[in-house]
């Protein structure tokens, strides 16, 4: 059974790293929008920093796919877990 207990917070820490990175990545959109208004920045400072934000995005993109793999795989094996204790 603490094995159960263990895959359970394990499965509970992959979706809190799944959460944070969504919002990481809604927090970069949100920015990109920002720059992508009409403002008083010099054109150049705007596309660098988009160009910045891009670049974070991407990571995050795979940094998400890495996490979600993990998170399924955790799913998976504590479902093969609890329908063992059933």
């Given at each position: 059974?603490?094995a159960v207990l263990?895959g359970?917070?394990?499965?509970e820490g992959?979706?809190?790293?799944?959460?944070?990175?969504d919002?990481?990545?809604a927090?970069k959109?949100?920015k990109m929008?920002?720059?992508?208004?009409p403002?008083g920045?010099?054109?150049?400072?705007?596309?660098?920093r988009i160009?910045?934000?891009?670049s974070?995005?991407?990571a995050?993109?795979?940094a998400?796919?890495s996490?979600n793999?993990?998170?399924?795989?955790i799913?998976k094996r504590?479902?093969q877990?609890?329908?063992?204790?059933r």
């Open positions: 059974m603490p263990e359970m917070a394990a499965r992959a979706l809190l790293t799944l959460e944070t990175i919002n990481e990545v927090s959109r949100a929008e920002e720059l992508n208004a403002s920045l010099p054109m150049e400072t705007r596309q660098k160009a910045h934000l891009e974070d995005l991407e995050l993109k795979a998400r796919d996490a793999l993990q998170y399924e795989q799913k504590n479902q877990d609890t329908e063992w204790l």
